[in-house]
């Protein structure tokens, strides 16, 4: 067997992996690679113009295909702008490997030109990483990465390759199926405890399933299996941000989101139910609110395949560690052996009903300004035969796109839920419109937002992506004023959007479409417009700047302390709770 | 406003691991990255071929975070298994220290006397110091360091723990 270089073996074996998209962005450190990636033609590699936007595109065409994203960038600054990405991949659980340049071993250490300790750094923004320091192992360092971040809950990944290593020449095979000697993921549940869930479900009267991302990453057999085993129950469906899409938002049982910006139903139903069947979920403090009022007369199930998801956050009464499919499916099976009939639920779903009639989304309009929640619906309405991809940004827009957005299926919201990144929206489009070429891709984006990674709409004119840019322009970081107006007597301290550009003329210098929509009724043409544009279209969407987002349960406040509209607003918190994010 | 504490327990953890470069410092950072308490870390290969190292930690949590630092500990991909010995049951701790003590005349001669009380070995002798090497409970060594100080300590280096579980089962 000849001898080839480390970059020609880190090609090979990503071939070998099924690799199709390299997000990079070239550099000293990497150069060798590169050469290797010219003489090639299998992979594609996606030119950015920021390594954080080559993260988020990563992760956009993983959370749209469900296959693992990859990233290639330079040592230093190459890799430490991929921090950012990278820590973000690791709280959304999405599978993703970094390819990131190094120094050259004998460099290493010496403070050398572009060099950082890119495994020192990434250490605790990881799910693993490596500093691979000789061309044999390299081959099979890059398989076992990928198993590591595709298997269990999934997560990023870094492979730190000095420049020697890519230059210097070794064999390598491709290994057969990988049997890691201490990393081995529980998939399978614990059939008693499936059992005894089932049991708990049957018997239950107020029952309530509470699903996150977790349904998602499983994959598509889990969304099925979660849809069939609500159709036997007949048990109402909250989710997370994360997990939108799971169960239709056309779907009689769906309660709409749940949490800080969750529906009015949602979260009554969560705090009075007796079983709460938690699945892919991880109690997040979004979501809890207050812990000490958080569901308090309910049992809780959680199924999760991270154990240290369990009793992190809140204690819960039967743990199942597994792969979410695995255990609804068994779930399923045990329902149908056990022969249980569909529980009569009517008194619950009188109770919700109750709280659906509150109608917590509806919103006052006046005259020609746009509220920013009817610019989500119409566009909703105009876009929804087409199942499209939505990707947003951070803020306002982002909870209003997830109460205003119906979403049918899995892998069609792609969001920043955990760390919550600004600029996450633009370059996660572009990675889904690669994973998904035929699909409409809409960015929902604030103005604030859409400029953390506005270079990347060169980007997409490069690779002539036709995603759409959709800005709910309010000339304010629109949550951080709110949070001011909430607690700091709206003291808008630096959150007023200055020195704006004109966004058409922006759109336009990139080589695309740009159009303006002012008043309410330029509304639906300026949709249909974008719509109808074969290429990318960026919308500067006026809309009211002084907006809330409702309902909200304010941080350190209970589910029950709810606030419903703008009257309910007191201007101030108290130091505890200002403590809180 | 006063940032909460709740109460806490004393655990020894003992984790296996793969002796790979950087093991240390992801062991370690994980409990920094998360803020728990790291009282105590001794680390050394244990295996023949050397590829496999114990750390053993001694730290301060309450239960549930507890709960979370195994967790936690037993996701990472180059950790074998985590055992809290504190919990499992019995185990024997010991802790090794070597303590430099310099004085002539009364306090020379208590300090040795004291060292036999101990049970702690000379390592190190000149006319005007001594250096001693003592090994027992923490609680032993604390007491020695305190008494040696009244008698000249001008130095101490301690290990830290390391532990065993008693009985035939390993860990």
Redesign the interface.
């Known amino acids: 067997m000849t001898e080839k270089s480390g970059a020609d073996i880190l090609i090979e074996a990503l071939t070998d992996l099924g690799v199709e998209v390299v997000f990079g962005y070239p550099g000293g450190a990497v150069l060798p690679i590169y050469d290797a990636l010219f003489k090639q033609d299998r992979i594609k590699h996606i030119l950015v113009r920021h390594e954080q936007a080559a993260t988020h595109a990563a992760e956009g065409y993983a959370r749209s295909t469900g296959k693992p994203g990859v990233v290639l960038v330079t040592s230093g600054p190459g890799a430490t702008n991929a921090i950012t990405g990278i820590t973000d991949a690791l709280l959304d659980s999405i599978p993703m490997v970094v390819i990131t340049g190094q120094v050259p071993t004998t460099l290493i250490g010496t403070d050398a030109f572009q060099e950082a300790d890119t495994?020192?750094i990434t250490?605790?923004c990881t799910?693993?990483n490596y500093?691979v320091k000789r061309p044999e192992l390299l081959g099979a360092t890059v398989h076992e990465a990928f198993h590591?971040a595709t298997s269990?809950?999934p997560g990023p990944v870094v492979i730190d390759i000095p420049k020697d290593v890519q230059v210097a020449t070794a064999r390598y095979e491709a290994p057969g199926p990988i049997q890691?000697?201490?990393?081995r993921p529980q998939t399978e549940p614990d059939l008693a405890k499936i059992q005894e869930a089932v049991d708990m479900l049957a018997a239950a009267e107020r029952p309530i399933f509470y699903t996150g991302g977790g349904v998602i990453n499983s994959g598509p057999e889990a969304t099925r299996l979660l849809r069939e085993l609500v159709a036997l129950t007949g048990a109402p469906v909250t989710s997370t941000l994360m997990g939108l899409g799971a169960l239709p938002a056309s779907s009689d049982q769906w309660l709409g989101m749940l949490g800080m910006h969750g529906t009015y139903e949602a979260n009554l139903a969560m705090n009075q139910a007796d079983l709460i069947i938690a699945v892919g979920s991880r109690f997040d403090d979004r979501v809890t609110g207050r812990l000490d009022a958080f569901a308090p007369n309910s049992r809780k199930v959680h199924i999760d395949i991270?154990?240290?998801s369990?009793?992190?956050n809140v204690?819960v009464d039967l743990p199942i560690i597994a792969d979410c499919a695995r255990a609804l499916d068994a779930m399923v099976e045990s329902w149908k052996t056990r022969g249980h009939p569909k529980p009569d639920l009517g008194e619950w779903w009188s109770r919700i009903e109750g709280w659906r009639a509150r109608r917590c989304l509806d919103f006052p309009e006046a005259g020609d300004v746009i509220m920013p929640q009817r610019a989500i619906r119409a566009l909703y309405e105009a876009t929804k035969h087409r199942a499209p991809i939505i990707t947003t940004e951070v803020g306002q827009h982002q909870m209003w796109a997830a109460q205003h957005f119906g979403f049918e299926a899995p892998n069609k919201w792609l969001t920043s839920g955990g760390l919550g990144t600004m600029g996450y929206g633009l370059p996660a489009a572009i990675g889904a419109q690669l994973g998904e070429p035929d699909a409409l891709v809409i960015d929902i984006a604030g103005e604030a937002s859409i400029q953390m990674n506005i270079q990347e709409l060169a980007t997409a004119t490069q690779y002539r992506l036709p995603v759409k840019i959709f800005i709910l322009n309010n000339e304010y970081m629109g949550m951080v004023r709110q949070w001011q107006e909430l607690t700091y007597q709206s003291r808008y301290s630096e959150s007023y959007s200055d020195a704006l550009p004109d966004f058409v003329k922006l759109a336009e210098a990139y080589g695309w479409k740009g159009i303006r929509i002012d008043k309410r009724g330029e509304l639906d043409d300026g949709i249909q417009a974008m719509l109808n544009h074969d290429g990318p279209v960026l919308v500067d969407c006026r809309v009211a700047k002084l907006a809330n987002c409702f309902p909200m349960i304010p941080s350190g406040a209970a589910h029950t302390e709810m606030m419903l509209q703008a009257s309910e607003v007191s201007g101030e918190m108290d130091?505890?709770a200002k403590?809180l994010v | 406003m006063h940032i909460k504490e709740e109460a806490i327990e004393r655990h020894t953890l003992a984790v296996i691991v793969d002796n790979e470069p950087g093991i240390l410092a992801r062991i370690a950072g994980l409990f920094t990255a998360r803020g728990y308490n790291i009282s105590s870390l001794t680390v050394s290969e244990i295996s023949d071929d050397d590829l496999i190292s114990r750390i053993t930690i001694v730290t301060f949590a309450s239960a549930p975070v507890m709960e979370q630092i195994i967790a936690q500990l037993e996701r990472l991909v180059p950790v074998h298994k985590v055992v809290d010995l504190t919990a499992k049951g019995e185990h024997v701790e010991r802790e090794l220290a070597l303590i430099k003590v310099v004085g002539t005349g009364d306090h020379r001669i208590e300090a040795l006397r004291l060292a036999e009380v101990y049970r702690a070995r000379v390592v190190d002798a000149t006319i005007s110091s001594f250096v001693f090497e003592v090994t027992g409970t923490i609680d032993k060594i604390d007491k020695f360091v305190e008494l040696m100080r009244e008698v000249g300590l001008i130095e101490v280096a301690r290990t830290g723990i390391v532990a065993i579980s008693r009985g035939r089962e390993p860990a």
Request: net charge positive; hydrophobic share 20%; proline share 0%.
């Open positions: 495994v020192g250490r605790h799910k693993h500093l590591i269990g809950r890691h000697k201490t990393y991270d154990r240290s369990v009793n992190k204690r130091d505890e403590a």
